[in-house]
């Protein structure tokens, strides 16, 4: 998708350790326009693929997970890694590591939002290592529900996300996909 | 706003103590049409301030604020509950009280997305005391920008946050607006 790799090139930052800082438009400031872009191209690529419900995580995951459910018509859910005094169990929790704070997150999704019925695209702002996706990706399996397909806005393909989703059998698309981030800055695309 | 007061009707849930439980169209599952409207309505509402930047708090503002954002043409900016890795400091913090964990939480902004030319306007998922959405104002205060507005799609009137904040001296807008949660379950809108 032209429009993100333009704007990653252009406001992206390379801090080293594979670490891609895009605070500019995805992680900390949305860039909104950007965002609806990215909702109707992510709809585009998963039209045919009759999904009813888009599920996400807390936090960065939630702005292009919400432009893709009005695209394709759909309600989103998005996991909670804090229980809100509004949950009631039962729910349905998977683990991944944490990004932010070491350890562990608790990623929990109320059975009342995801049912045996759904068909489920799965939305996040990154496919790195795959373990975010692959513990929602064990949550709709808990709930019964068809993982229909996984959906990323930026792809880093050196830590292998991909082939450790595989496994799933559902199509995985990546908006940006980043092959290579160099020692001097450079940030590479596969394409 | 008739749409979302009908859908807090049939879908929210009075669970006693003055909490509601809108989980099935804001705190958990995002009814994206909504959202949409709820943004295109903050807009109409703020189109006369020359807001250049709407500001909201990790989790729940984030789908709204993206609406209303898009809606206006302008970024939007979400205070970090938690510093991620590409957050460089300084930073701007902020702290409120915690509505999932007891005791505080810190709201980080980040003055490369916040500056003194910005006229700001806050949006937020609920105006209950007020103390979430005056931490994001002090938030503003501090990095020189000036407050254009609030914004809330549910206030609940009996938690006195708009006299709480009535000191910033900007209008507040709430979509719908709840006077009474009575013991029975019967949720009470002010209009």
Redesign the interface.
Same mark, same amino acid.
């Given at each position: 998708m032209k429009l993100l790799q333009d704007k990653i090139l252009a406001e992206g930052?390379n801090?080293g350790r594979g670490?891609?800082?895009?605070?500019?438009l995805l992680?900390?400031?949305?860039?909104? +326009?950007l &965002? =609806?872009a990215i909702g109707q191209e992510f709809a585009r690529r998963f039209e045919h693929c009759a999904i009813s419900r888009i599920l996400t995580a807390?936090?960065s995951g939630?702005?292009p997970?919400?432009?893709t459910?009005?695209a394709l018509? +759909?309600? &989103? =859910?998005?996991a909670?890694k804090?229980?809100?005094?509004?949950?009631k169990e039962p729910v349905w929790v998977e683990s991944a590591p944490s990004?932010?704070?070491g350890g562990e997150v608790h990623l929990m999704?109320?059975p009342?939002?995801l049912s045996a019925r759904d068909r489920v695209l799965i939305i996040d702002d990154f496919l790195a290592t795959g373990k975010t996706i692959d513990a929602l990706a064990r949550l709709v399996q808990n709930a019964g529900a068809t993982l229909a397909g996984i959906g990323a806005v930026i792809e880093k393909t050196f830590e292998h996300g991909r082939e450790n989703l595989s496994h799933w059998g559902v199509p995985i698309e990546s908006l940006a996909i980043i092959s290579e981030m160099r020692d001097d800055g450079t940030i590479v695309f596969a394409n």
């Open positions: 930052v801090l670490i891609l800082k895009v605070d500019s992680n900390h400031q949305i860039d909104a +326009v &965002m =609806v807390e936090v939630i702005a997970a919400m432009t459910a009005y018509g +759909v309600p &989103m =859910v998005y909670r804090h229980k809100p005094i509004t949950m990004h932010t704070k999704v109320s009342e939002y």
